[in-house]
T-cell receptor, first 114, second 113 residues
Framework: DAGITQSPRHKVTETGTPVTLRCHQTENHRYMYWYRQDPGHGLRLIHYSYGVKDTDKGEVSDGYSVSRSKTEDFLLTLESATSSQTSVYFC?????????????FGPGTRLTVL | TQLLEQSPQFLSIQEGENLTVYCNSSSVFSSLQWYRQEPGEGPVLLVTVVTGGEVKKLKRLTFQFGDARKDSSLHITAAQPGDTGLYLCAGASRVFGNEKLTFGTGTRLTIIP
């Protein structure tokens, strides 16, 4: 199994509070991704990183920011959490973004915003 | 926005039966991947198909990429309880030099012993 951990695994927070989710990898892969998974929507890309301090937006980036100060860590921040951000968040890593490359997923973080 | 529709959304069948899951889009993809996800875990890659019309077999699972690279199917022969899970297809396309994955809506499969 690829060495990817996410923390916390579960979190309950209140509307309007900031939340930071952490993804940590031990594979030294260049690319890291944050997805959210909701019923009926599959997995949707929030942000991704193609190197230290290099990040870009995905299809559902509003209300989220990311940072990558080290190869192994990719942080996702909800600056002011809303109930619509209740979801399961997955981090993924890959060595490249070629068509046949594999994305390895972490175990997920279940976030509930009350 | 590219969309991948999977059908059926839910499928519950008896052990030993055959089944087919479909993944359809109006967009062309450079490749298509199939993942399986167990409860409480992240998706795990099963296969990648790259060429239009390509067929790949993984034991009792057969994956096919449509000729026009817009659709794909997953066929399972003699389903077993261990096949239970959420099956996701994902199409790859290049955006500003980077390949991006667009995930389908998922098919939740339950095999009844």
């Amino acid at each position: 199994d690829a060495g990817i951990t996410q923390s916390p695994r579960h979190k309950v927070t209140e509307t309007g509070t900031p939340v930071t989710l952490r993804c940590h990898q031990t594979e030294n892969h260049r690319y890291m991704y944050w997805y959210r998974q909701d019923p009926g929507h599959g997995l949707r890309l929030i942000h991704y990183s193609y190197g230290v301090k290099d990040t870009d937006k995905g299809e559902v980036s509003d209300g989220y920011s990311v940072s990558r100060s080290k190869t192994e860590d990719f942080l996702l921040t909800l600056e002011s959490a809303t109930s619509s951000q209740t979801s399961v968040y997955f981090c993924a890593i890959s060595e490249s973004t070629t068509a046949t490359d594999t994305q390895y997923f972490g175990p997920g973080t279940r976030l509930t915003v009350l | 926005t590219q969309l991948l529709e999977q059908s059926p959304q839910f499928l519950s069948i008896q052990e030993g039966e055959n089944l087919t899951v479909y993944c359809n889009s109006s967009s062309v993809f450079s490749s298509l991947q199939w993942y399986r996800q167990e409860p409480g875990e992240g998706p795990v890659l099963l296969v990648t198909v790259v060429t239009g019309g390509e067929v790949k077999k993984l034991k009792r699972l057969t994956f096919q990429f449509g000729d026009a690279r817009k659709d794909s199917s997953l066929h399972i022969t003699a389903a077993q309880p261990g096949d239970t899970g959420l099956y996701l297809c994902a199409g790859a396309s290049r955006v500003f030099g980077n390949e991006k994955l667009t995930f389908g809506t998922g098919t939740r499969l339950t095999i009844i012993p």
